[in-house]
């Protein structure tokens, strides 16, 4: 971009860029009635569309002359429909002119006018206009709108699909969470429900060994108690014929007019009478002993088998 450089004043030189005195071009023209808009290229109007700033320097164009430290400039306008356009085009050539010399203090040598297009719209509508610059900036404005549209669709869309997976997925944690929870539900009442029937089993055990113990300590004291009247039949019985052995010795003894030394034979008939009777208190001891022995262990069995019925019960429930 050219820079206009020239001397006001014997202090030192001045630097004009191009974009100053366009800027100011710019301005005058917008300050000018019956001017809709600055032409220019495609991509300044789109870049203005985009960013929503308006581009002061659009649609001017300025020659410098170093030599004459003079500037030409050039403008292309589109023109509100029904304004007398000579009137218009002398108004920009004089305003543009005056503003320029005023702010910078440069000549301004011509303000060439050129009319490109007739806008229909009173406000200043940049995306109407006749001519080529209108029709570009109306497709231009076209395709922003619909670049527009097509985000603003799309950001719903990713805002729905993102809300509807945020949705889904705290659906998803409220099942799971609920079927954790019915889960630990069900393990804690079988966990309970095994527990009962360990202690049921248990106590089934406990009340099954009393009640064998029990018949076990009725069976002996049944055995010892007959075992006992056996022994005193027994003793009984050798007690009486031990004295019938007396009493028939001392009968025989008395009945003879001299004293009489008992015969042998019934000394040994006494002595065998009080033997059997001892054998016989000894063997009904005996058998009572056994009696009472096999009683015990019968006691024992039953308590065992059913200790042993109520483990295995107890298994199978835990299992299950």
């Known amino acids: 971009m050219a820079n206009l450089e020239y001397t006001l004043t014997e202090s030192g030189t001045i630097h004009i860029a191009e974009d100053v005195i366009q800027t100011i071009a710019g301005v005058a023209l917008s300050e000018i009635d019956g001017v809709a808009k600055m032409a220019g290229s495609a991509v300044s109007g789109l870049a203005e569309q985009i960013t929503g700033r308006r581009n002061l320097t659009r649609g001017v164009k300025v020659e ?8 030409t400039l050039t403008a292309q306008v589109v023109l509100r429909y029904g304004v007398r356009i000579p009137d218009v085009a002398a108004q920009i050539q004089e305003h543009v002119q005056a503003s320029v010399e005023q702010y910078t203090g440069l000549r301004v040598a011509a303000v060439n006018v050129h009319v490109v297009g007739l806008s229909l719209r ?36 990713v805002q729905s699909a993102a809300q509807a997976t945020k949705d889904a997925a705290a ?17 804690a009442d079988k966990a309970q429900q095994g527990m009962e029937a360990v202690k049921d089993t248990a106590q089934s055990a406990y009340e099954a060994s009393k009640d064998a113990a029990q018949q076990g300590a009725e069976t002996v004291k049944d055995a010892a108690n007959r075992a006992a009247e056996a022994t005193k039949d027994a003793a009984q019985k050798a007690t009486e014929a031990t004295k019938n052995a007396v009493e028939h010795v001392k009968d025989k003894v008395g009945s003879s007019a001299e004293p009489a030394t008992p015969s ?3 000394v040994e008939d006494a002595k065998q009478t009080v033997k059997e009777g001892v054998e016989s208190a000894k063997d009904a001891v005996q058998r ?8 015990v262990e019968r006691g024992a069995d039953a308590a065992k088998d059913a200790t042993d019925r109520a483990a295995d019960k107890a298994k199978e429930q835990m299992r299950e």
């Open 288 to 295: 009572g002993l056994e009696q009472a022995k096999q009683a």
């Open 171 to 187: 659906d998803a944690i409220g099942t799971a969470k609920e079927k954790t929870q019915q889960v630990m539900d069900a393990a």
């Open 264 to 266: 042998e034979a019934r």
């Open 64 to 71: 410098f002359s170093n030599e004459e430290q003079a500037c």
């Open 122 to 157: 009173d406000e200043d509508d940049e995306s109407d206009g006749f001519g080529l610059p209108g029709k570009v900036s109306n497709l231009i404005q076209q395709g922003t709108d619909l670049v527009k549209q097509g985000y603003d669709t799309a950001k719903n869309k």
